[in-house]
């Protein structure tokens, strides 16, 4: 979804020429896989950072082009609406220093973004879902003005026969209202990490990844409310599913092949049989026709960027060209501070790597529909969340992190390289917050409990212990 398109409206031929291209690639892909040809080096990772520009009343922003023109960074790049944007790390090798120099660049690259910003009055947010956004933000004259963005809105329009997008999130409170078209998915904004792997250890991956989302959507809560209702402590999730969705609904979330959602069950062999189903049970939406060999993967890959799974398969190319495989983990939300994220990556990476080296797989004793039951009940309802582990016991989220999967996720991460003390430290982050209850929905809840909904005061308040930087356990209501 990264490239710039020329069109926004399509005809039948292309629609069917952009089908024959993708099966082509989707065959190609399938024999690079078997023939071995999948890139198999070091794990590296890397993550995107979308976030919120705001003004001098806290409110949205909608400035992306202008504070992009001023910045002129490739690695900060446009998002769907003129007041988010997008952050970018470079890939790093998982083993050595490698979540100091994540949280480093991110700084850095965080800090050279907010002058530009403050060059036109703006102020840069990483929040998950902005507490003083408006349903009126979110008008269709405030999303970005690329090309794409627009073309995709009309495609998931035609898809629902022009319909009215309902959301209907029921949460601690309620919230219904209805809307013309995709900009909903604007007010969400992530945190999504990626790590690379060999086709070997990609199922494997994916699926500790799949099994872990229960833990790390709960510690990174960081959406509780939206239009001033308190609903979900991870609201991100049925906001971003009901945003773009062109079926019916499931139990009140998206079914096993909604364009965003928990998908359809574990991964069985080198991912392939993601880029099948994508191939066979997704709607084109962009059917971008693109001038490039088939050894691109073009057209595979972009429409795989219309499917939002929040565990999401990739095919990129290292640097000499050879294709490799990546895991999208997209559950997390945005902040609350860059050190708050560098932490949850490490608790990612680490606790993924060592389930996955796990004897019969990660996935032997937990099967697919509980993995996704606790997906959804620590979204609502956080670290207070009761969720099922192998062996079907029922067990506390918070606790199951704290005594099971941070030692494991330490296990992981020294098993891959990375320095004792860098795993200890940012571990402990997540330790802390876990222990204390405290992630930043737990914050921004108990600054409403105690200063009333005074969603401009609790946002300006956030944006200073944002900018010191100290971990949202750490931060006074």
């Not at 609502?380 to 030692?407: C, K, N, S, Y």
């Not at 940012?426 to 222990?435: I, S, T």
């Amino acid at each position: 979804m990264g490239e710039e398109i020329e069109d926004i409206e399509y005809s039948r031929e292309a629609f069917q020429a952009f089908a024959e291209r993708l099966k082509a690639e989707t065959e190609l892909f399938k024999r690079w896989w078997k023939e071995g040809l999948l890139a198999d080096e070091a794990p590296h990772i890397g993550l995107e950072l979308e976030a919120w520009l705001v003004d001098a009343s806290a409110r949205p922003a909608p400035l992306n082009a202008e504070v992009l023109n001023t910045l002129r960074n490739p690695m900060v790049v446009p998002e769907l609406a003129q007041y988010n944007l997008e952050f970018n790390s470079r890939p790093l090798a998982l083993a050595g220093r490698s979540f100091s120099a994540l949280e480093q660049e991110l700084l850095e690259l965080w800090k050279l973004a907010g002058r530009a910003a403050a060059e036109h009055q703006a102020r840069l947010a990483m929040i998950g879902i902005l507490p003083t956004v408006d349903d009126a933000d979110l008008g269709l004259e405030r999303m970005s003005r690329l090309k794409r963005y627009h073309a995709l809105n009309e495609q998931v329009l035609v898809l629902r026969n022009r319909r009215p997008i309902q959301l209907d999130i029921e949460g601690v409170e309620q919230l219904r209202t209805s809307h013309n078209d995709v900009m909903l998915e604007s007010a969400a904004t992530s945190l999504q990490l990626h790590l690379q792997a060999s086709a070997a250890q990609a199922p494997a991956l994916f699926n500790a990844a799949v099994m872990v989302s229960a833990a790390t959507v709960a510690l990174a809560a960081n959406s509780p409310y939206l239009f001033g209702r308190r609903l979900w402590e991870e609201t991100r999730i049925p906001l971003f599913e009901q945003a773009v969705v062109v079926g019916p609904q499931h139990g009140g979330h998206a079914g096993p092949m909604a364009r965003v959602g928990f998908g359809s069950g574990y991964a069985r062999d080198a991912l392939y049989g993601f880029f099948v189903e994508n191939r066979q049970h997704y709607p084109v939406l962009l059917p971008v026709l693109m001038n490039e060999p088939v050894e691109k993967l073009a057209h595979l890959r972009l429409h795989n960027g219309t499917i939002w799974r929040w565990n999401r398969p990739l095919v990129g190319f290292c640097a000499d060209g050879r294709p490799h495989l990546r895991i999208e983990h997209r559950v997390m939300a945005a902040g609350p501070t860059p050190l708050d994220m560098t932490a949850n990556a490490a608790f990612f990476y680490g606790v993924v790597r060592a389930l996955a080296q796990r004897p019969g797989g990660p996935d032997a004793r937990l099967p697919f529909p509980l993995a996704e039951r606790n997906f959804y009940a620590a979204a609502r309802h956080g670290l207070a969340a009761r969720v099922t582990w192998r062996g079907g016991q029922e067990v506390d989220l918070a606790q199951l992190i704290d005594e099971e999967l941070l030692p494991l996720a330490e296990t992981g991460l020294v098993s891959a390289g990375v320095d004792k003390a860098e795993a200890e430290r940012y571990l402990g982050v997540v330790r802390a917050r876990v222990r204390g209850r405290r992630t930043g929905s737990a914050w921004q809840i108990g600054f409403v409990e105690r200063h009333g909904p005074n969603f401009r005061a609790l946002l300006e308040r956030y944006l200073e212990n944002q900018e010191r930087n100290v971990p949202v356990h750490e931060w006074a209501v």
